[in-house]
């Protein structure tokens, strides 16, 4: 993504906007949560402030550009939005986030739906519990 995308999603090229954008694109962590996103702009020597951030990503999200994710634990991430659909796990001591696709689970869900008389527009999927390296 650069500035050609944010001008298509209506949105003014500012430079907050796009070093938010370069830190969800370049970093290892596809799941960035506001104040993730602040550090690493702090460690860029980036002058962005958390409040300018939070705004940054409600206009992203509007958008389309990110998706929003609200799990249980109140932690709040966002991803940049791709097209292909995925689910995600969620370790609920260190908050690790696994992301995962499974064709018989996506058809089961499309199934239950249907058979209740749904037609489905959107699902999202999180699996909490300990991963690899908190079990131990």
Same mark, same amino acid.
């Given at each position: 993504?650069?500035?050609?995308?944010?001008?298509?999603?209506?949105?003014?090229?500012?430079?907050?906007?796009?070093? !938010?954008?370069?830190?969800?694109?370049?970093?290892?962590?596809?799941?960035?949560? &506001?104040?993730? !996103?602040?550090? &690493?702009?702090?460690? @860029?020597?980036?002058?962005?402030?958390?409040?300018? !951030?939070?705004?940054?990503?409600? @206009? /992203?999200?509007?958008?389309?550009?990110?998706?929003?994710?609200? /799990?249980?634990?109140?932690?709040?991430? /966002?991803?940049?939005?791709?097209?292909?659909?995925?689910?995600?796990?969620? =370790?609920?001591?260190?908050?690790?986030?696994?992301? /995962?696709?499974?064709?018989? !689970?996506?058809?089961?869900?499309?199934?239950?739906?249907?058979?209740?008389?749904?037609?489905?527009?959107?699902? =999202?999927?999180?699996?909490?519990?300990?991963?690899?390296? =908190? @079990?131990?």
């Amino acid at each position: 993504m650069d500035a050609q995308d944010l001008k298509s999603a209506g949105l003014k090229v500012t430079l907050p906007r796009l070093k !938010i954008l370069e830190i969800l694109e370049t970093s290892d962590n596809r799941h960035m949560s &506001a104040e993730d !996103i602040y550090r &690493a702009l702090v460690m @860029q020597n980036e002058e962005v402030g958390v409040a300018t !951030i939070y705004r940054v990503l409600t @206009q /992203f999200e509007a958008s389309g550009m990110v998706n929003k994710l609200n /799990f249980d634990n109140g932690q709040s991430v /966002f991803e940049l939005s791709d097209d292909e659909h995925h689910d995600h796990l969620v =370790c609920v001591k260190c908050a690790k986030i696994d992301e /995962f696709t499974d064709e018989v !689970i996506e058809k089961h869900q499309h199934d239950v739906a249907k058979r209740y008389g749904y037609q489905l527009t959107d699902h =999202c999927l999180y699996l909490y519990g300990l991963c690899k390296d =908190c @079990q131990e």
